[in-house]
């Protein structure tokens, strides 16, 4: 582990290095909320689509060194980064939807997140049951499985917080991976080997149900970390998926229980105006159940992005299948879904190329 310790030594924390640390902490003063709301105000049209927005429609001003220092601590730090004091108050959900795609624009090109090819969702209890063949937790109030995101980097802006309940967690996958191949190197082993993830019917006409990824891979020192219990599981209704050996649920069963220890996971409650960036490598990822406002207005609601950001490390070549490139300065990641149309890829090669990045194949 040591190449590895060098690589990410600041991503493989525990909880009590993050509370020493408040570094991953990225608070807003007024005058840069306030140039974010008068920015998002001047540029705001109902009628114009996200995708006809670029990176020039948005001067972020003052907040500009202050989001780019929490990618960079997402990529390149602790794994995660907690920005506080966008505007909330006075901006109405759409337009805080738009914040979001702004800073969204400045950090990477946005990634498609599922069937509909959306490239931005809203993250709300719409009543989908997060078990069936074809459930996504973000529209479900459900408590999650440690996952991670489809996608190098992804944002979740809070608008609204629940009633109750609806807490983030993050575990390092890195300090995880080290305790359990200290523990039981057996398993870690098997992390290593493949597992079949269901891709829950949002598969792109050239891309099978399923797909084989291992749990924890390495490349240039790095380790890479995938996980998401629900679709290991939901891959098992396909006849053609290896079918699970003990050993391996053995290890999913021992691997959760450690991501879960009070020592490694740490717990967080977005609050409105909060902007959660995160690196789907090194970070896993999970929620609790959550009870809703009555008023509709008031409902849990977060906007989430999914991202390729321009400085990024190449993926092992296990991660091409569901990546579909492993370059860096590459477009990878999200799922393409039913209707990745001309429209998505026009944004995409646009939006690669003000950032000096490729668009894969
Ligand atoms: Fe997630």
Not at 141 to 161: E, I, P, R
Not at 171 to 190: F, G, K
Request: charged fraction near 25%.
């Amino acid at each position: 582990m040591t190449a590895i310790a060098e690589a990410q030594a600041r991503a493989a924390w525990r909880v009590s290095d993050l509370e020493r640390d408040r570094a991953w902490v990225f608070p807003l003063d007024e005058g840069a909320s306030r140039h974010l709301a008068a920015i998002v105000r001047a540029a705001f049209d109902p009628d114009r689509p996200l995708f006809d927005y670029g990176r020039e429609d948005f001067d972020l001003g003052p907040a500009g060194p202050v989001v780019a220092a929490a990618f960079a601590e997402a990529m390149e730090g602790r794994g995660l980064a907690l920005i506080k004091g966008l505007p909330r108050a006075g901006l109405a959900e759409d337009e805080f939807r738009l914040l979001n795609w702004a800073i969204g624009l400045h950090a990477g090109v946005a990634r498609p997140q599922g069937k509909a090819s959306q490239y931005i969702s809203p993250v709300r209890d719409a009543g989908t049951d997060y078990r069936s063949a074809s459930g996504r937790g973000y529209s479900s109030n459900a408590k999650l499985d440690f996952h991670v995101d489809g996608c190098d980097v992804a944002t979740l802006g809070c608008y609204n917080s629940a009633l109750a309940g609806g807490e983030t967690m993050f575990t390092s996958a890195i300090s995880a991976y080290e305790v359990l191949a200290a523990e039981r190197p057996d398993l870690a082993e098997i992390a290593r080997q493949d597992f079949c993830f269901s891709r829950q019917n949002e598969e792109a006409p050239d891309e099978g149900p399923f797909y084989a990824q291992p749990l924890v891979d390495f490349e240039d020192g790095r380790l890479f970390a995938k996980w998401n219990r629900n679709r290991v599981q939901s891959a098992q209704r396909f006849d053609e998926a290896p079918r699970l050996t003990e050993t391996q649920r053995e290890a999913m069963d021992v691997m959760d229980a450690i991501l879960r220890r009070p020592d490694l996971m740490l717990s967080l409650r977005l609050e409105p105006g909060d902007l959660q960036v995160f690196n789907n490598h090194a970070m896993l990822h999970s929620r609790t159940e959550y009870r809703d406002h009555a008023d509709p207005a008031e409902k849990r609601l977060l906007w989430r992005l999914w991202l390729a950001p321009p400085a990024a490390p190449r993926l092992p070549e296990s991660w091409r299948d569901f990546f579909r490139a492993v370059e860096p300065g590459v477009v990878r990641g999200g799922i393409r879904g039913h209707n990745h149309d001309a429209a998505c890829q026009a944004f995409d090669r646009r939006q690669a190329e003000s950032l000096g990045m490729r668009v894969a194949a």
